[in-house]
């Protein structure tokens, strides 16, 4: 198998274009253009046939991703592939297709937690990955407080950053509203987090008008 032949079979101008436009800091000659279902099926097959990926294209970056979630190993074994992958996330849509594949996290949440952690203080797509892993594997019960004063002692500088922050914080109050809603009330997170959380938890159906409502007089003006 011929990785970069497939994915140009399965190019999508319209698609790409798309893309382009959604991913602003992907560079645009390096988008071929393929969906993401396509991309889950080419990542099952390259990875049965051991394909050679040169990892140059956006979508040769998400089929790697994609192999990755499909490997079986050890808590040790996983964090060797992803610490492989880590520096070659450059963008939000590699990242959160990415972590939402790496369901093994689930079975390792003890093991690859301190891992994940350390990613918070590094760079824009380094925090982003460790914030997205924290809100699709670790808003639990045996881990939701940690993990809230975690997300709300980011203070960070970067754009994808911040809203990634105010999605987990959404997620979490939608699970955990009691134990989210303080952090919202005391008004300490930055104006842009805080007002992105509240605007993203009033986008969603699992949360009452009530306390859509209530969450209104939270804002921060800026």
């Known amino acids: 198998m011929n990785l970069r032949e497939e994915l140009f079979l399965h190019q999508d101008p319209a698609y790409q274009a798309f893309q382009r436009k959604l991913i602003p800091t992907a560079a645009p000659d390096k988008i071929i253009g393929v969906r993401l279902p396509v991309l889950r ?20 970056v998400m089929v790697y991703g994609f192999t990755i979630g499909r490997k079986k190993g050890t808590a040790a074994m996983h964090r060797e592939d992803l610490a492989s992958f880590i520096p070659l996330i450059d963008n939000w849509a590699v990242c959160d297709s990415c972590c939402a594949s790496f369901k093994f996290t689930a079975q390792y949440r003890e093991e690859l937690y301190p891992f994940i952690k350390s990613y918070l203080s590094g760079s824009e797509y380094e925090a982003r990955f460790a914030v997205v892993m924290l809100m699709d594997y670790y808003l639990t019960d ?61 986008e969603s159906y ?11 007089s939270f804002k921060i003006s800026r």
């Open 142 to 202: 045996g881990y939701i407080d940690e993990v809230l004063s975690l997300l709300c002692e980011i203070k960070s500088d970067y754009y994808y950053v911040n809203m990634a922050v105010a999605w987990a914080l959404s997620v979490a109050f939608v699970k955990y509203r009691d134990k989210t809603l303080p952090y919202l009330t005391q008004k300490t997170l930055t104006p842009a987090v805080q007002n992105k959380t509240i605007q993203k938890i009033k």
């Open 206 to 216: 699992r949360v009452t008008d009530t306390d859509k409502q209530l969450l209104n």
């Open 41 to 60: 099926k080419l990542a099952a097959k390259a990875m049965a046939e051991n394909a050679d990926n040169q990892l140059e294209y956006y979508e040769e």
